[in-house]
């Protein structure tokens, strides 16, 4: 079946424009994630949708960066007024749920995100 | 704050060995533990799962033990092959949540 789909692929933008990033989880899961990861780092966690319990968003970096999900499916991060330091992979990830139960995630391939 | 390390130094082994990557955390008291693979240019990939209440894991040629007294998991392929060659990432989480927080990762390289 369809994994975690995540577009565009990758993305070249200028310093102070706003971006746009989308992911597509497996059908029927109902947890999904956001990570970004710097070159040769781990993956640092930004925001989290379980269900329809309000998201965790303790991993956003600043208030440029948000997320929603909409209809419990597709969701869309959304760095405005973008800096150089926000270029990086930006990885999204779904599970069957997301709370005490250990579920394993799977990813999408990611965004690679460059800011001129 | 909460930390987790692993060998940041690329780890060489010749085929047919085995590879043993670490997994060191503080400040933390996990209730599962995830080991994922990521190849370069891709998402990582899930390949076990280990609980707080589990001492050893095992998969095919893959092994995982958790001591949570050490603070460690130790990830063991035996009869390594060129084809695990990639990075390896510790993942950790708790009880009330499926947020991931990830090492840095350790890249092996298996030679022929």
């Known amino acids: 079946g369809a994994g975690v789909s995540q577009s565009p692929s990758n993305k070249v933008t200028e310093k102070g424009k706003d971006v746009e990033l989308r992911c597509d989880p497996i059908?029927?899961?109902?947890?999904l994630y956001w990570y970004r990861q710097s070159l040769g780092q781990g993956l640092e966690f930004l925001i989290y949708f379980q269900g329809n319990s309000a998201p965790d968003k303790s991993g956003l970096p600043s208030d440029r960066f948000s997320a929603e999900r909409t209809g419990g499916s597709v969701s869309t991060l959304t760095i405005q007024r973008t800096q150089q330091e926000d270029s990086a992979v930006y990885l999204c990830a779904s599970s069957v749920s997301g709370t005490g139960h250990g579920q394993p995630q799977h990813f999408g391939d990611g965004t690679r995100l460059s800011i001129l | 704050s909460q930390k987790i390390e692993q060998n940041s130094e690329a780890l060489n082994i010749q085929e047919g060995k085995t590879a043993t990557l670490t997994c060191n955390y503080t400040n933390y008291s996990p209730a599962y533990l995830q080991w994922y693979r990521q190849d370069p240019g891709r998402g990582p990939v899930f390949l076990l799962l280990i609980r707080e209440n589990e001492k050893e894991k095992r998969k095919e040629r893959l092994k995982v033990t958790f001591d949570t007294t050490l603070k460690q998991s130790l990830f063991h392929i035996t009869a390594s092959q060129p084809a695990d060659s990639a990075t390896y990432l510790c993942?950790?989480?708790?009880?009330?949540?499926?947020?991931?927080?990830f090492g840095q990762g350790t890249t092996l390289q298996v030679k022929p």
């Open positions: 059908s029927g899961h109902t947890a």
């Open positions: 993942a950790l989480a708790g009880s009330n949540t499926g947020k991931l927080i």
